[in-house]
RNA sequence: GGCCCGGUAGCUCAGUGGAUUAGAGCACCAGUCUUCGGAACUGGGUGUCGGGGGUUCGAAUCCCUCCCGGGUCGCCA
């Protein structure tokens, strides 16, 4: 797909070439920094160095040496010392851009570098028997976000929500419901009162090794299908996604699949055989299976001595089956950063194998959240906070300041605002900033109505709607380019520049695996509409033209903010 | 000890395949507005870019080294 900063450059790269003075391989082009007045630079000391001249030489003959159409988007040339840098032509980047946005609407932004490749995506995963809590939202909220990001550029993407419901500590908490009984309540609070059991039990195990070898039998019992231990777990997956699943409903959360680490049960001998019969693993004394240190890596096993099975072993597995049944080029794994060595590990053994030599395997690592004292969360410590609580909290908490702000909504208006700015406001304090910092849980910053944050992003979005609204009936874009030429003020072409990265920050946000990309983009989209909206009277324009003119951008503005919100996962509301 | 990530303004963070004057938000101070939503906008920064070396005409950015914080290093996930 190309937009109209692409054929921009585009244009600048042939015109250059045209001249013949400079070899296309040293022809870099840059967006230069912000004090600059310009929209395109040409650094030329690498091409000067090649070609003996000096910097401000080669660029004044460039300058003098190119040409373009009038009608070109490069509107302007000026050498300025070692730098070539190009402006735009107002009108025709108005015109464009405006254009696109009208045309494209909910697509823009969109590209299709993805052709449609397959994508798995493992994200969210969290434990059965469990409530989801603040550890849990990063991978989901992230996760989401990349699926949407990566399925603007055009990928298939499967998202697959790795359930953990197996393993040794599904062992604990069947041993743990033999103990002290099953719970007796239903949703979060069923979850509530497993965590208790599993906790208690986790305490008396370490002064009793009777109990530990208890809950490692039952983890082998459940293994071997034995049907009281499959009951308890049938009852505690079923459990378990009642509940989560009203989160992800909140959260606008949604999957392809939701196997879960049992689904893959079934192969793991094979796996493990597999693994042997390469020579990639060998068999310990004690009986493990280990594999050796895979490229300078440390080494690690795919079976315990006493022939149950670890993580590892369950997400070889994984990737076997995934390979198979989705031919993905990539898998993606959003995973907190400490399990990076995993993956490194888990990376190498599946290159040792052979097993997809042509799919990427990548983990997106995320930091870990800190309570406002700077401790870990953590159920042991009291401090844990789980995400029913959090979202009811932040929804609360937004509720009250509608109703401060807004009181002309109805009741029931104030109830979905609050929602959507409460929830907005959790996930954009997971995706502002680079998903590898750790994160303090500050409530201030995570809920704040100003500055870089989610609310006043939506606010932005919701005060491009009134204008609008104010408008009167019909839709007000126009897209005839004698109107749309009439944006040249700076302001406006300030806005129309912004709108005009979408796409590019699309394309940066999914190369980088990095939603913050993009609300980088919506910050800073945001903040040019307030320069706009304070300088430019729209539904007062000076002419008619202007305010169609003026009128068309804001709706521009507002889908294009709608569409950058919507890959972070947060709700645009028209009114707030 | 090995490996990975982070260290940029009082606080939270962008910028790091070198390049025109290092940027935002919060906080603080001072302003704007009888006009489209003030959850707004404008102005105000003496920053050892963790320290020290090195490469370069030029380094927050590349190389080396050290310091600090976090993570991790075979029978948890």
Known sequence: MEYVLDRFVAEVRSAINATGNVPADLVD????????????????????????????????ELAAALQFAPDSLVAEVVASGPFLNFGLNPQRLAIEVLGDITRMGDTYGHDDLGQQQ?????????????????????????GQSLVHILRALGFAMIGDNHLGDWGKQFGVIIAAIKRYGKPTSEGEMALEALEERYVRYSNEMQLDEALDDEARHCSLRLEQGDPEARDLWQWCVETTLEANQKNYDRLGVSFEHTYGESFYESMLTDVIALALQQGIAQTDEDG????????????????????????????????LFRVEQFRPVRLIYVVGSQQELHFRQ?????????????????????????????????????????LQHLLDDAVARARKIVETKNDELSEEEKDRVAEQVGI???????????????????WERMLATEGNSATYLQYSHARCCSILRRAGAGDPRVTDAATLSLLTQGTEQQLIKHLARLPEAIREAGQRYAPFVIADWCYTTARAFGVFFEQCPVLKADSPSLRDARLTLVAATAQALKNGLHLLGIQSPERM
Not at 31 to 55: M, Q
Not at 119 to 126: A, K, M, N, R, T
Not at 298 to 307: A, I, K, V, Y
Not at 354 to 366: K, Q, S
């Open 346 to 386: 888990l990376t190498a053994l599946v290159k040792a194998l052979a097993i997809a030599p042509e799919i990427e395997l990548i983990h997106v690592g995320f930091g870990t959240i800190f309570d406002a004292q700077g401790q870990p969360l953590s159920t042991r410590r009291g401090n844990m906070i789980y």
């Open 288 to 319: 493990a299976v280990v594999v050796p240190s895979l490229d300078n890596l440390p080494s690690f096993l795919l079976q315990r001595s006493d022939g149950g099975t670890l993580y590892m072993t369950r997400d070889l597995a994984t990737v």
């Open 118 to 142: 397959t994508i798995v995506i493992d994200y969210s995963s969290p434990n059965v028997a469990k409530r989801m809590h603040v550890g849990h939202i990063r991978s989901t909220i992230i």
């Open 424 to 442: 907005g406001a959790v996930i954009y304090n997971d995706l502002y900033q680079d998903s590898r910092r750790n994160i303090t849980l500050d």
């Open 29 to 60: 082009l840059q967006p230069p920094k912000a004090n600059i007045p310009a929209d395109l630079a040409f650094p030329s000391f690498r091409a000067a160095r090649e070609l003996g001249v000096t910097p401000p030489r080669l660029t004044q």
